[in-house]
């Protein structure tokens, strides 16, 4: 049966700052740099098949100290519907001061399911976008693949409402921590 592995990306420079990224294409921390590590030593003994990255250097950047030293004969895709969801106005803004600003529509903006940041997506465009990727590739994958996914806070959130069964408002609650790695069985 076929294994999936999906892990976050590291901690960047907008989340030292706690500062809302979205579409910025930001970098690794030093701190982001040892938590890939960390979890490219979990998964040492692992050797994957095909491993797949947003295209946002957090993402590709996590992948690759993840993968060290097991890149080659390895397919390594991008695919931009696992990408961080786009928090439209509020990209590049501080969060303390944005929840400071707008006490009530900070955590709906934050964390509600259908209701997007002015000018940005809600995690159910970001769901739909997922699901399409599901969709896609998960008939691709043959029994013997392993599968490396590094992805976004809110790109984890359909992928787990989609294996876990867990519901939207479960899913938009919970934080999706770097560093852990979230694993799957796929039996066909």
């Excluded at 998964?43 to 491993?51: E, F």
């Excluded at 957090?58 to 390895?74: A, H, Q, Y």
């Amino acid at each position: 049966m076929a294994r999936l592995y999906i892990f976050r990306h590291g901690q960047t420079t907008d989340n030292l700052s706690h500062t809302f990224s979205g579409k910025r294409d930001v970098d690794l921390t030093q701190d982001g740099e040892r938590e890939a590590k960390r979890i490219g030593e979990e998964l040492k003994g692992i050797i994957p098949t095909i491993a797949y990255h947003s295209g946002q250097l957090r993402s590709i950047r996590t992948l690759d100290l993840v993968l060290g030293d097991k890149k080659e004969n390895l397919k390594i895709i991008q695919d931009k519907r696992i990408e961080e969801r786009d928090y439209g106005d509020l990209t590049g803004k501080n969060k303390d001061e944005i929840a400071e600003k707008f006490p009530d529509k900070f955590p709906i903006w934050h964390r509600s399911y259908d209701i997007p940041p002015p000018n940005g997506e809600s995690i159910k465009d970001v769901s739909q976008k997922v699901y399409s990727f599901l969709e896609e590739e998960l008939p691709k994958w043959k029994n013997d693949d392993i599968i490396f996914i590094s992805a976004h806070g809110n790109s984890i959130r359909p992928i787990r409402m989609f294996f876990e069964k867990i519901t939207p408002k479960e899913a938009s609650s919970y934080e999706n921590v770097r560093g852990k790695v979230y694993c799957y069985d796929l039996r066909k």
